[in-house]
């Protein structure tokens, strides 16, 4: 296995940019655990959704709880990769304890 996909693995996902870095999709722990010859393209999931870099950690946590969702993308306006933010940095970073916004 490649040392990507070892470290996407870790993660549970993967980003697929383009040379721009502008976000088309999102393979998560299933399409990652598929046939390794498989094209990123027939697998990824598209129209991911992105935050921007404004959005106060609040806000997004309170979207995450709502999506069940543990990461979250953050663009440009014009969709470029900024980062990968984890639910518990986000409620680290509040002093909040584990799936908590209250």
């Given at each position: 296995m490649g040392v990507a996909r070892q470290s996407a693995r870790d993660?549970?996902?993967?980003?697929?940019?383009?040379?721009q870095r502008v976000v088309f999709g999102r393979m998560f722990q299933p399409e990652l655990d598929g046939d390794p010859k498989g094209r990123v393209g027939?697998?990824?999931?598209?129209?991911?959704?992105?935050?921007r870099p404004n959005v106060s950690?609040?806000?997004?946590?309170e979207y995450m709880d709502r999506k069940h969702h543990?990461?979250?993308?953050?663009?440009t306006p014009d969709g470029r990769l900024v980062g990968l933010v984890r639910r518990e940095d986000i409620e680290r970073s509040l002093?909040?304890?584990?799936?908590?916004?209250?």
């Open positions: 993660w549970g996902t993967c980003i697929v940019v383009n040379e027939d697998v990824m999931r598209p129209g991911t959704s992105t935050f950690a609040i806000e997004l946590l543990e990461t979250s993308l953050v663009t002093g909040r304890g584990s799936h908590s916004v209250r």
